[in-house]
């Protein structure tokens, strides 16, 4: 799905794809994560989310579901309307690498 001009990740929109290990989201122009957009994903290892929009929307109910996640890359600056989004990420998944997080959090 990377570079295809999508602006917003609907809820439970990948629900169907729960032996998905990629997701590539790159290269799009995201603006928002609808909350559960990542729900049943249950094998999903790597999301990448790198070279969005500047100011990509979500919260701390947009990445439950994530199960088995390893790598999230991100490359943009985030805005929650919570502002806690180094908890929301970092809460995932303790073996997540944290070297991938290349953002600046407001």
Request: aromatic share 10%; charged share 20%; glycine share 0%.
């Amino acid at each position: 799905l990377s570079s295809n001009l999508l602006e917003t990740i609907d809820s439970f929109i990948f629900s169907d794809l729960n032996n998905l290990l990629i997701l590539d989201l790159s290269k799009n122009n995201l603006k928002y994560i609808e909350d559960f957009s990542f729900q049943n994903l249950n094998q999903l290892n790597i999301m990448h989310l790198q070279n969005n929009s500047n100011q990509l929307k979500f919260s701390n109910k947009t990445f439950i579901g994530l199960n088995s996640i390893k790598t999230i890359r991100l490359s943009f600056e985030i805005v929650d309307s919570t502002k806690n989004n180094t908890l929301i990420l970092s809460s995932l998944k303790p073996n997540i690498d944290k070297k991938i997080f290349s953002t600046t959090y407001y």
